[in-house]
């Protein structure tokens, strides 16, 4: 299992989780908000990805560079 916290956000990958590759994301207070696809670079749950979230992701380097 690996953990990163950036910027009030935690993101969780869990060894041998289900295709395709992704990180569960939690809020500061430990609140599921969803889960990212790093591969296809998408939310896998519906969640709207704010400027906040967007930069953390980035900064954990989970976001590519557009």
């Not at 690996?2 to 207070?29: E, N």
């Not at 670079?41 to 590519?64: I, N, T």
Request: avoid cysteine.
């Amino acid at each position: 299992m690996g953990r990163k916290k950036v910027l009030g956000f935690t993101f969780v990958q869990f060894k041998g989780d289900h295709p395709p590759p992704h990180v569960h994301i939690y809020d500061a207070k430990g609140r599921s908000i969803g889960r990212w696809d790093i591969e296809n670079q998408q939310p896998m749950d519906d969640f709207e990805v704010s400027r906040k979230l967007r930069k953390a992701l980035k900064r954990a380097g989970y976001l590519k560079e557009e």
